[in-house]
C-alpha cells in the first residue's frame, strides 16, 4: 500500500481523458493483464489486481468525492463498497469499471434500488447500486421481462456474452433509489463468493484524494473476566481527550491506568478524505504491547449478505445505542467469524498481571496509509476489596444487569459499616450468598458466574428483585424453549454468544396480548423462529400476522404462517416486543399530478403495508415505480412498451395481509 496520496499519483500510469474513459494516456488501455484468471491473482486467499484495472465509474479523469468508505459502521451492516458522490443530483453517466459481461440486473423499490452487476475476466464482479435507469441492450430486455411478469420488482441473471460491455461504457444513470439516503452511486467490487473488497486497496483512484489520517475520539478498556479490573473497578472505562486531536495528531494518554486480569481495548475514531466533511471509517487497527505485534484488523474484505451482520458483534452494540459512542473492539469476540484479524493465541485479549507494566501503541489508519499513532501504558494491579462512601445516598437500592455471563449486582448502601451486607441469591429454597467484591460511593458491586446456575430473585436487606432472565440459551446449538405463551428456536449461527433470554405475555382485555422477547439491544447473527400461543384463535387468520413494536412505537409487519393449533410461526431477525394484529384495511392511493403527461399516486396502508401494485389502462398493464422513501408510485416517459396514457383505468393494490383495493380512474 503506498503511503500517501502523492506518491499515488506519481505512481500511476493511468490518466484517463475526459470523455475517453477507455483510453489511457491517448492509447487503447492494455487488457493484457486484466484477462488474467483469478487462480493466478490471489495472494493469500485475496485477489490481487493490478493498480489501474478498474475506472472510476463516476466522472472519470475528474475530482471526485466518496460519501461512504468500505466497512464504514452502519447501524446493522458493515457499508459493502463506496459511496460515490454525483453532485446531490440524478442522471449521472455510470461507466462499466472494467471490460466484462452484465450478469445480473434488479429492480426493487428498497435496499440497493436498481442495481447492477458486471462480472469481468478475472472472476471478480462490480455492483452498481442506487441507479435511476439502466442503459443498452440490457435495459430493453428487463423491461420486456418485467411486462411478462406485470411487476416492476424483477431479478435478472444473464449468461456469459449475452451482454458483454467495455471499460468506459455508459451502463446506467445515478439515482437515489432503494435505501439510499441521497443521490450517490454505490460501487461494489465482490468475488464469486459475493465477498466484499475495498476497491482502495489496488492503488486507489486518482480522483479520489486523501492525505489526512484519520482523528481518535476516545479510546476504552475493559474488563472480559469475573477477576479483571480497570480503574479498579468492574466496568467499561472511557478515555477521551478533553480537546480532539487532529487528524494525525499522536495522542499519549498521560496517566498510567491501573489494570488485572483479561482486558480489551475498544477505539472510536473516524476518517476524512480531501475536501469532504464525511466522516468515514477507519481502514486498518494495529496495535502492538512492549513493541510486539498483538492484535490487527484490516477491513478489505467482508463476506455478504451474512459477514456483514457481524458488526454488531465487532463494536460494542449496547454501549453504541445506550450511550452514543461506536466503540471498536480490538480483541476478537464469541461468535465473530470474519476473517480480518491477525491475532496470537489470546485473539487480542490482554492478561494484564499485577506488578508488570505494558506499554500500548495503537495505529489508526485509512485505505491510503495515512497514520494516527496512539499511546498508553497499564500498569497491573492486584485487585481487593476497597470501600469509598458519599454522602448523596440516603435510602437503599438494587439493580442487576447481565454482562457476557456475569450477572453485575450493585446495592446502594448508606451504611456507614466498614464491612458490607452480603446479596442473597435465591432459587426455590436454595440460598447463595454473595459477598461484594467492592464498595464505590456507597454501592456494593457483586459479581456472580451464571453458569453456575440462574436465581429466581435477589435480596440485598429488605429489597427483593425478581431475576428476569429464565434460561440460559448456549450458543453454537440448536436449541428450543418453550413457555405456555410462546416457543423459540434457535439455530446454531442465531447467537454470536450465549443468551441469558427474558420472555414475558401481558393480556389485554381486547385485542391478542403482548409477548416481549429478548430486548432490542440483545442482536442476533441469524434470524430465530418464533411461536407465539394466542389464547383464542382469530377469526380470520389470513388478515392477521405477527407485528413488532418498532423503537419510535409503531408497527412492524413480521408475518407468519398459522398452525391447526391456531399458533403462528415466523422467523425473526432481532428481538422485540410483538402483538398479533388483524389488518382488515385495504391501501389507499391518490392522484397527485400528471408531470411530463405522466401519472404520480401517492400511497399508503395503515398497517400491513403495501404488496403489489399495477396499472391498467384500456385492460392493458402499464408499468409503476414505487419509491417508499416518500410513497408514491409513478409512469415513466422511457417506457415504449405499455399503452398510452389516455382513456379507462385502474389501480390495483394490495397489501401483506391480502387486501385488494381497485381504484377506477378516467385518463
Known amino acids: 500500500m503506498l503511503k500517501n496520496k502523492a506518491k499515488l499519483i506519481l505512481g500511476l500510469a493511468l490518466v484517463v481523458l475526459a470523455g475517453q474513459p477507455g483510453k489511457v494516456g491517448g492509447q487503447e488501455a492494455d487488457t493484457s493483464e486484466r484477462s488474467r484468471s483469478m487462480s493466478e491473482m490471489l495472494n493469500g486467499g485475496r485477489p490481487m489486481v493490478p493498480s489501474g484495472y478498474f475506472l472510476f465509474p463516476i ?87 418485467q411486462y411478462d411478469k406485470q411487476s416492476y420488482e424483477l431479478e435478472a441473471f444473464f449468461e456469459k456474452d449475452r451482454f458483454p460491455v467495455k471499460r468506459g461504457e455508459v451502463v446506467a444513470l445515478s439515482g437515489n433509489t432503494g435505501g439510499s439516503a441521497g443521490p450517490h452511486l454505490h460501487w461494489e467490487v465482490r468475488d464469486a463468493q459475493d465477498r466484499q473488497y475495498n476497491p482502495l486497496q489496488w492503488g486507489g483512484f486518482p480522483e479520489i484524494q486523501d492525505h489526512a489520517a484519520p482523528t481518535l475520539q476516545a479510546f476504552a478498556l475493559e474488563p472480559l473476566g469475573i477477576d479483571s479490573r480497570v480503574r479498579n473497578v468492574f466496568a467499561k472505562v472511557v478515555f477521551a481527550p478533553k480537546v480532539q486531536p487532529g487528524p494525525g495528531v499522536a495522542t499519549v ?32 487497527v494495529t496495535v502492538k504491547v512492549n513493541g510486539q505485534p498483538f492484535y490487527q484488523h484490516v477491513i478489505d474484505a467482508v463476506p455478504f449478505p451474512t459477514g456483514t451482520r457481524q458488526v454488531g458483534n465487532f463494536v460494542d452494540y449496547l454501549y453504541q445505542h445506550t450511550q452514543g459512542r461506536t466503540l471498536q473492539k480490538l480483541w ?42 496512539v499511546r498508553l501504558v497499564l500498569r497491573g494491579e492486584q485487585p481487593g476489596y476497597f470501600n469509598t462512601r ?108 450465549n443468551l441469558y433470554l427474558a420472555t414475558s405475555y401481558k393480556p389485554e382485555p381486547k385485542g391478542s396480548g403482548f409477548w416481549t422477547v429478548g430486548s432490542p439491544l440483545q442482536i442476533l447473527y441469524k434470524t430465530a423462529v418464533l411461536t407465539l400461543k394466542p389464547a383464542t384463535p382469530p377469526a380470520d387468520p389470513q388478515r392477521t400476522a405477527i407485528y413488532a413494536a418498532t423503537l419510535k412505537g409503531g408497527k412492524a409487519y413480521v408475518g407468519g404462517k398459522w398452525d391447526d393449533k391456531g399458533q403462528i410461526t415466523a422467523a425473526i431477525r432481532q428481538f422485540a416486543s410483538y402483538r398479533i394484529l388483524t389488518d382488515t384495511v385495504a391501501p389507499k392511493a391518490s392522484l397527485v399530478g400528471r408531470p411530463g403527461g405522466q401519472l404520480l399516486f401517492r400511497v399508503g396502508d ?13 385492460g392493458k398493464f402499464r408499468m409503476l415505480r414505487f419509491e417508499h422513501k416518500n410513497s408514491t408510485l409513478f ?31 378516467s385518463l
Not at 491475532?343 to 485479549?349: D, E
Not at 395503515?606 to 384500456?618: I, K, M, N
Open 59 to 145: 466522472a472519470p479523469g475528474k475530482p471526485g468525492f466518496l460519501a461512504g468508505s468500505m466497512g464504514e459502521i452502519r447501524p446493522n451492516h458493515f457499508h459493502g463498497g463506496l459511496d460515490i458522490k454525483t453532485g446531490g443530483g440524478v442522471n449521472q453517466p455510470v461507466y462499466a469499471s472494467a471490460d466484462g459481461y452484465i450478469s445480473r440486473l434488479k429492480q426493487s423499490s428498497f435496499g440497493y434500488g436498481n442495481v447492477l452487476y458486471i462480472t469481468h475476466p478475472n472472476g471478480l464482479t462490480t455492483v452498481y447500486g442506487h441507479l435511476n435507469d439502466f442503459r443498452g441492450p440490457v435495459a430493453a430486455e428487463l423491461r420486456q421481462r
Open 253 to 284: 494518554w498521560p496517566d498510567t491506568i491501573s489494570a488485572f486480569g483479561s482486558v480489551g481495548l475498544l477505539v472510536q475514531g473516524f476518517d476524512r478524505f480531501d475536501n469532504a466533511w464525511n466522516k468515514n471509517g477507519i481502514q486498518r
Open 332 to 373: 476478537v469476540d464469541e461468535g465473530n467469524d470474519l476473517q480480518m484479524y491477525t491475532t496470537g493465541p489470546s485473539k487480542g485479549r490482554l492478561n494484564v498481571e499485577a506488578g508488570k507494566v505494558y506499554t500500548i501503541d495503537v495505529v489508526l489508519a485509512d485505505s491510503y496509509n495515512n497514520q494516527t499513532p
Open 390 to 497: 458519599s454522602a448523596a445516598v440516603k435510602k437503599p437500592a438494587l439493580r442487576f444487569e447481565v454482562t457476557r455471563n456475569l450477572l453485575k449486582a450493585v446495592a446502594t448502601n448508606p451504611s456507614t459499616d466498614t464491612v458490607a451486607g452480603n446479596l442473597v441469591l435465591m432459587r426455590g429454597n436454595r440460598v447463595l450468598e454473595v459477598r461484594p467484591s467492592y464498595t464505590q460511593n456507597s454501592e456494593n458491586v457483586y459479581l456472580y458466574d451464571l453458569r453456575a446456575g440462574l436465581p429466581d430473585s435477589l435480596r440485598f436487606g429488605s429489597i427483593t428483585k425478581k431475576f428476569d432472565r429464565q434460561v440460559l440459551v448456549p450458543a453454537g446449538k440448536e436449541t428450543t424453549y418453550a413457555t405456555p405463551y410462546l416457543n423459540l428456536a434457535f439455530g446454531p449461527q442465531t447467537l454470536f454468544d
Open 606 to 618: 395503515d398497517l400491513s403495508g403495501l404488496a403489489s401494485y399495477r396499472l391498467f389502462v384500456g
Open 635 to 665: 409512469t415513466v416517459a422511457t417506457d415504449t412498451l405499455g399503452p398510452r396514457l389516455r382513456g379507462p383505468a385502474e389501480l390495483r393494490l394490495t397489501d401483506q395481509a391480502g387486501n385488494e383495493r381497485v381504484i377506477p380512474l
